[in-house]
């Protein structure tokens, strides 16, 4: 993969490290992404999300392939599945690592999955805005929801399988889940199917090309919005 990604250290953090790096933002841990004077252009905040074994990540990695974003790792308290890279897919961190983190307002959002717990991490996400760089969450269906309740200028877009038998057919062949975890996950995916009205875009992931053309293309008519014109450019075209 060639996109430039976040840059954060591949060890997973101590605990003491989780309460250090959450309270430089504890002040702002509640308070919504709002957007900031600086550069021209704003970067885009898009959120993909869908049911587990829909392809997310291959699609984020086609996706982003030789674009400089900043792709915010999450953090999770799930073991890594076979070729799975510490650091560049997730920060793998304890249970008790990961409370640290939450209590001390480290996340834009939290969530619990099947067992397992996915947050992201508040500060970067920010800067990263800040500064024009797009940023882009891969994250679960319900944390994507509280991204949204934070920040109104979250692009939402929910990833769909063809159908639930292909998305069986998926989890299947991962070979990573027991019988009962993969029941317990197209469960989930059939309640997240039908909530899929509430996002901005639905993006099929029937045909792999065609779904990361549609992803470039949710990408380029964002940044074509009038309303992301900053004052800063229209007093450029306008000066004589």
């Known amino acids: 993969m060639s996109a430039t990604l976040n840059p954060e250290p591949l060890q997973s953090p101590s605990v003491s490290e989780c309460s250090a790096a959450a309270s430089d933002h504890a002040a702002s841990a509640t308070a919504p992404i709002s957007p900031a004077t600086g550069p021209a252009r704003r970067g885009l905040l898009i959120v993909m999300t869908g049911a587990s074994g829909v392809g997310k990540g291959t699609l984020r990695e086609r996706w982003l392939r030789d674009q400089n974003v900043f792709y915010s790792m999450s953090w ?5 599945r076979p070729g799975e890279r510490p650091g560049l897919d997730y920060h793998f961190v304890s249970a008790d690592q990961f409370e640290a983190h939450a209590q001390a307002g480290g ?3 939290h969530a619990e999955f099947v067992g397992n717990r996915y947050g992201t991490p508040r500060g970067p996400i920010d800067e990263a805005l800040s500064r024009g760089q797009d940023v882009i969450l891969e ?6 929801m509280q991204v949204a309740d934070q920040s109104s200028e979250a692009v939402l877009v929910f990833i769909m399988p063809p159908s639930l038998t292909e998305l069986r057919r998926r989890l299947e062949g991962r070979a990573t889940e027991t019988p009962e975890r993969i029941e317990r996950r197209l469960e989930r995916a059939r309640e997240e199917i039908l909530e899929a009205r509430h996002f ?13 053309d ?3 293309a949710i990408q380029r008519a964002e940044r074509l919005k009038a309303e992301r014109l900053s004052d800063a450019v229209l007093q450029g075209i306008v000066a004589e």
């Open 200 to 212: 901005r875009y639905v993006v099929v992931n029937d045909d792999l090309d065609r779904a990361v």
């Open 139 to 144: 994250i679960e269906v319900l944390g994507a």
């Open 214 to 216: 549609d992803l470039r």
């Open 76 to 80: 999770t308290t799930r073991e890594a």
């Open 107 to 109: 996340f834009l959002e």
